[in-house]
């Protein structure tokens, strides 16, 4: 059974760090690209970061980049994202998703508050 489970979403302040997990298992963790997603109420899900199977090439939306950290273990089956200095904008519905050759994994999400 394919699973992508999200966690350490939470409140937090401005300024202040979140980091964000994802637990995939049922299919080849490894050999998929690994992206996290945000949405904002009544908006589409839009790319935060992205990186490769290998986990030796990464890519972020100009929004995030420089605060936002996005890594793999895939001994563990394990994605992560690195918030820093969250702003209130940052605030949405977090998103891991595993793209293999011809399926993507969605989790189910986990909420990121920051207040001012």
């Known amino acids: 059974q394919v699973q992508l489970v999200e966690s350490g979403g939470g409140l937090v302040q401005t300024g202040g760090s979140l980091r964000l997990s994802c637990a995939a298992s049922?299919?080849?963790?490894?050999?998929?690209?690994m992206k996290w997603y945000r949405q904002f109420p009544g908006k589409e899900r839009e790319l935060v970061a992205e990186?490769?199977?290998?986990?030796?090439?990464?890519h972020y939306v100009a929004s995030v980049k420089g605060r936002f950290t996005i890594s793999r273990d895939n001994a563990k089956n394990t994605g992560s994202l690195q918030m820093n200095s969250l702003r209130p904008e940052d605030t949405a519905v977090y998103y891991c998703?595993?793209?293999?050759?011809?399926?993507?994994?969605w989790g189910q999400g986990t909420q990121v508050t920051v207040s001012s």
């Open positions: 990186i490769n199977g290998p986990g030796d090439w990464s």
């Open positions: 049922g299919f080849d963790f490894a050999r998929a690209m």
């Open positions: 998703s595993a793209n293999t050759p011809i399926q993507r994994y």
